[in-house]
């Protein structure tokens, strides 16, 4: 039997990067996977082709995290469609980055609205149906700079740094009902969003990690279906470093 066969996995911002990876490495683990997209045709691209892949049940939904009624609205579809959401994976996330002094107020918002807010509006849109169930688990995707602090990224590394006092108070509101929620935190990850740095600061951010470079959004999959599985059932409010070393 395989490791989630039975269960429902919702993932946001699943369309490619770190998402994608874990969205695919769940439904080869045999779970039924809701992959959720900003457009509904590339959310409905990406579910067929995680099918294709895995001969796992699959649905796309439109989502931005952003808004309350997307998040409810994604809950609703999923519960129809599969009857039961035992795993969220908070994964949607944008930079806006600049110096303090150029920043945007927008730009905070934006980062802060998408990456904090959008995590803490689909917590609570699951948060019932968990309740009811008394089981389910709650994965929020932070980053390295949500524990160092970085230059340019006021917003980014505040709405990070937040996502982890969130995941610990959600652990303990939820472990009496047998949620458990747990952050992963990735350090440099080969995706679009890390694509998009120059190579000199790509160069630079490599002589920081001890194990040499970035990693695949593969190894963030790895740590997110740890923490999903029957092998974390004693790991409520922690974070777990997929960093290579980089902050230890
Ligand atoms: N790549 C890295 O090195 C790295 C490091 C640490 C943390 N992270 C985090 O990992 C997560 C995934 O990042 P990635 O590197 O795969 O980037 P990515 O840009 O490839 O993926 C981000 C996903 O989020 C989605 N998204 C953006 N705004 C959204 C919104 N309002 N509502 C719903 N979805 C939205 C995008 O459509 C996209 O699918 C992010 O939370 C990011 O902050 C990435």
């Given at each position: 039997m395989k490791l989630f066969e039975g269960k429902t996995v919702l993932?946001?911002?699943?369309?490619?990067?770190?998402?994608?990876?874990?969205a695919l490495a769940f439904a080869r683990e045999g779970a039924k996977v809701v992959l959720t997209g900003t457009s509904a045709v590339k959310a409905a691209e990406a579910a067929q082709a995680v099918s294709s892949a895995t001969g796992a049940e699959v649905l796309g939904i439109e989502l931005k995290v952003d808004s309350?009624?997307?998040?409810?609205?994604?809950?609703?579809?999923?519960?129809?469609?599969?009857?039961?959401?035992?795993?969220?994976?908070?994964?949607?996330g944008i930079t806006r980055d600049n110096l303090?002094?150029?920043?945007?107020?927008?730009?905070?918002?934006?980062?802060?609205?998408?990456?904090?807010?959008?995590?803490?509006?689909?917590?609570?849109?699951?948060?019932?149906?968990?309740?009811?169930?008394?089981?389910?688990?709650i994965i929020n995707i932070t980053s390295v700079v949500?524990?160092?602090?970085?230059?340019?990224?006021?917003?980014?590394?505040?709405?990070k740094a937040g996502l982890i006092g969130l995941t610990k108070s959600l652990a303990r509101e939820l472990a009496p009902r047998g949620i458990l929620v747990n952050a992963v935190a990735p350090g440099f990850v080969r995706t679009?969003?890390?694509?998009?740095?120059?190579?000199?600061?790509?160069?630079?951010?490599?002589?920081?990690?001890?194990?040499?470079?970035?990693?695949?959004?593969?190894a963030i999959a790895d740590a997110v279906i740890f923490l999903s599985g029957p092998g974390s059932s004693y790991i409520t409010g922690q974070v777990l470093a997929v960093n290579g070393g980089m902050y230890m």
């Amino acid at each position: 039997m395989k490791l989630f066969e039975g269960k429902t996995v919702l993932v946001t911002g699943s369309t490619r990067g770190i998402g994608n990876a874990v969205a695919l490495a769940f439904a080869r683990e045999g779970a039924k996977v809701v992959l959720t997209g900003t457009s509904a045709v590339k959310a409905a691209e990406a579910a067929q082709a995680v099918s294709s892949a895995t001969g796992a049940e699959v649905l796309g939904i439109e989502l931005k995290v952003d808004s309350a009624a997307d998040c409810s609205s994604a809950v609703e579809k999923t519960l129809k469609a599969f009857g039961s959401v035992d795993i969220l994976v908070n994964n949607a996330g944008i930079t806006r980055d600049n110096l303090l002094i150029r920043m945007k107020e927008e730009d905070y918002d934006a980062v802060l609205n998408t990456n904090l807010k959008g995590a803490f509006l689909m917590a609570k849109a699951v948060a019932r149906p968990m309740m009811k169930q008394r089981s389910g688990r709650i994965i929020n995707i932070t980053s390295v700079v949500g524990q160092t602090g970085q230059a340019g990224q006021a917003n980014y590394s505040a709405s990070k740094a937040g996502l982890i006092g969130l995941t610990k108070s959600l652990a303990r509101e939820l472990a009496p009902r047998g949620i458990l929620v747990n952050a992963v935190a990735p350090g440099f990850v080969r995706t679009a969003m890390t694509d998009a740095l120059s190579e000199d600061v790509k160069k630079e951010i490599s002589g920081m990690i001890p194990l040499g470079g970035p990693c695949e959004p593969e190894a963030i999959a790895d740590a997110v279906i740890f923490l999903s599985g029957p092998g974390s059932s004693y790991i409520t409010g922690q974070v777990l470093a997929v960093n290579g070393g980089m902050y230890m």
